[in-house]
């Protein structure tokens, strides 16, 4: 076989292989981009923001639809990202993302409930003395809300990376082998 | 001006712009026509220095939260995710630094592009924290 069109069909065959490398500063702009505009929403609007992310929380869908619209950004990120670099995403990348940007969400849905908890304890126990809280207060919903925002988007990729990062390093001589093979196959 | 502009949160922005813009341009300035050196921030920054910058950011955002009256799982929850972010941006100077000490091949510049960017993200997080935390101490003081 011609070595020319060997080390052509070698190459062709690594693109193919190649999941989408993912660099942190990625995310970053989005995630920078998410935490102003929350910034200027407080700016502009400094009662009726908090009060429509109570009113959310309050009716149960605060922390659905935070998921959903982490979930379609970080897609969309992805397909972006994927597009820019000319490489196709495959299925376990995008996968992996939506289940790491649950997994952030339902951690600070944790710290969010027993931030309530604790308050309503606190009410209960202290309502004679000093009139605790009832539940959580808007202030702190807001920085929980910022903090899952960002965290949904930034931690998912962060980890991402990470991983791409060790699966490189214990898989090297692994993947030169599947694309020798591969090579060979054809 | 005070009502709608938190004026503690425009010292990021104020700090951004004098170390990310305008000392750049003041020395690309001073220097403009008496020397050949390229003095713009691309190539000042060039190893990725604005993590570092970011890095310190961070540090000083979470002392500032360390004196605000928030809960304490808050101001921990903060802090580390404003430190993670202070970290990856350090951490693009680092690579590079490490590149270029081992002589590796550093072609595209990448160092100046991840450190604007984790720059960017960690101002943005300070930012918007010091807006929340104006936002809570006018709230606390009705």
Avoid at chain 1, 49 to 69: C, D, H, K, N, Q
Avoid at chain 1, 145 to 172: C, E, K
Wanted: hydrophobic share 50%.
């Amino acid at each position: 076989m011609n070595p020319m069109m060997n080390s052509h069909r070698l190459n062709a065959v690594k693109v193919s292989l190649n999941a989408v490398k993912v660099r942190l500063s990625d995310s970053a702009v989005l995630a920078g981009v998410v935490s102003l505009l929350y910034a200027l929403a407080l700016i502009v609007c400094p009662r009726a923001f908090p009060g429509l992310l109570e009113r959310l929380f309050v009716r149960g869908y605060f922390f659905p639809a935070i998921t959903v619209l982490l979930v379609v950004a970080n897609e969309i990120l992805l397909v972006v990202i994927s597009r820019r670099r000319a490489q196709r995403p495959g299925l376990f990348t995008p996968g992996y993302i939506a289940f790491l940007t649950v997994t952030v969400v339902l951690v600070f849905r944790v710290f969010v409930y027993v931030g309530d908890a604790q308050a309503q304890l606190s009410h209960l126990f202290l309502r004679a003395s000093s009139g605790g809280r009832d539940g959580i207060s808007s202030e702190e919903l807001l920085v929980y809300a910022h903090l899952a925002m960002v965290s949904g988007i930034f931690l998912p990729y962060l980890l991402v990376r990470l991983t791409q990062n060790y699966v490189s390093d214990a898989n090297s001589p692994h993947h030169d082998a599947k694309v020798r093979n591969a090579v060979a196959g054809q | 001006m005070r009502a709608w502009i938190p004026v503690g949160a425009l010292w990021w922005l104020g700090l951004y712009a004098a170390f990310g813009v305008l000392a750049p341009w003041l020395l690309r300035w001073t220097r403009k026509g008496r020397s050949g050196l390229n003095t713009g921030p691309r190539k000042l920054f060039q190893r990725g220095e604005l993590g570092l910058f970011g890095l310190l950011l961070a540090i000083s955002a979470v002392l500032d939260l360390r004196r605000s009256g928030l809960p304490t799982q808050l101001i921990l929850t903060n802090a580390v995710i404003l430190i993670f972010s202070g970290l990856m941006a350090a951490s693009a100077w680092l690579e590079d630094y490490s590149r270029v000490s081992q002589r590796l091949a550093n072609p595209d510049h990448r160092a100046w592009l991840d450190s604007r960017k984790l720059l960017f993200l960690v101002l943005s997080v300070a930012f918007t924290t010091e807006v929340l935390l104006e936002h809570s101490t006018k709230v606390w003081q009705q």
